[in-house]
């Protein structure tokens, strides 16, 4: 049994949350969550938490994110109801990051609404993974660990490509997180030159290629893989430039709409995500790798009180 802390999961990514128990060697928290008829969400912890250190995972994913986001609310307010000492959201996916800013006249600053109400709600410590925008941490009064799914990726890069790699980010704004990539790896570095219509989200055309990959594998790196459309498009874009293989890796697999389908008719070879959200649709051309280890260590060394620096990479 547990002997200071609590690691409890919410409906959205329990097989990540088992992963993660594993490699803690602890089990999980008995909490009954369930739905009443009209949709309101019932919660039950089936445990003492009073003066203990809880753990809660829950990305805020589809296919259900605001249920997802509310069940995390609602349990965090029943953990500090019962008198659980400090409540850390572990967050894989944080859904709403995409709207970090007013860049439009009458739009919301969705991320900023998200951190407001998970403090309001009782949380002492968020920890999520590749944030789409670091700045994002800064809404928060509370700590935030930002972990970098690269502390399991890159190993598996490593593992299936030896040479003749590039490195490529999507667009300019994936610059920085290609680059440190590239430089973990020591490979050459690449960009896409895209066009973006700021009034159509989840629209976008690859132009041009920055970089030398003709006869390269290529990888392309990003945060998260929504419709594919992007990815789709900067792939086809590589191809034309005479690369020999073209290959993705993301953190978050969304997955939306048509995506699975259009990575299946594209010119990837292969697409490599994490489970930080479920793989809903299986597909040949996905590999996913689990973040569990990165998260057991993360909250050992949080609970303990020891620094998580050394996760930064």
């Known amino acids: 049994m547990n002997s200071d802390f609590w690691v409890f999961t919410g409906r959205a990514n329990p097989k990540l949350a088992a992963a993660i128990a594993k490699n ?7 909490i009954d969550i369930r739905d009443f008829a009209d949709g309101e969400i019932r919660i039950q912890i089936n445990e003492n ?28 307010d029943a953990f500090r109801r019962s008198s659980a000492s400090e409540v850390t959201a572990v967050i894989p996916y944080f859904g709403y990051a995409r709207q970090d800013r007013k ?38 009064n509370i700590p935030v660990d930002n ?26 704004g994936g610059t920085a997180r290609a680059r440190a990539y590239a430089s973990r790896l020591k490979l050459p570095l ?9 009034y159509t989200p989840n ?28 990815l789709v498009e900067a792939a086809k874009a590589v191809k034309r430039a005479g690369a020999a293989a073209v290959y ?41 790798v689990s973040v569990a280890p990165l998260l057991a260590e993360a909250i050992k060394r949080i609970h303990q009180k020891r620094s998580v620096s050394s996760l930064f990479v």
């Open 147 to 172: 972990l970098y799914s690269s502390y399991v990726m890159i190993p598996v890069l490593e593992k299936y490509f030896k040479d003749h790699l590039v490195i490529l980010a999507p667009d300019v």
């Open 24 to 30: 803690l060697k602890v089990k999980l928290g008995d």
């Open 190 to 198: 690449g960009i896409v030159d895209k066009r973006r219509d700021p």
């Open 49 to 76: 938490v009073r003066g203990r250190s809880v753990f809660f995972i829950q990305p805020t994913c589809p296919p259900a994110i605001n249920l997802h986001l509310v069940e995390l609310l609602v349990a965090t």
């Open 248 to 288: 993705a890796a993301a953190t978050h697999g969304l997955f939306s709409g048509e995506a699975i389908d259009r990575i299946e008719n594209s010119d990837l070879e292969q697409v490599f995500v994490t489970d930080t959200i479920p793989l809903r649709t299986p597909s040949k051309k996905i590999k996913v």
């Open 203 to 230: 629209k976008a055309e690859a132009v041009n290629v920055i970089g030398d990959v003709k006869g390269k594998k290529v990888v392309i790196i990003d945060d998260m893989i929504d419709t594919a459309g992007t």
């Open 103 to 140: 860049d439009r006249p009458r739009v919301p600053i969705s991320a900023k609404l998200i951190a407001n109400l998970l403090e309001s709600a009782g949380v002492d410590r968020v920890v999520c993974i590749d944030l789409h925008s670091d700045q994002v941490q800064g809404f928060f």
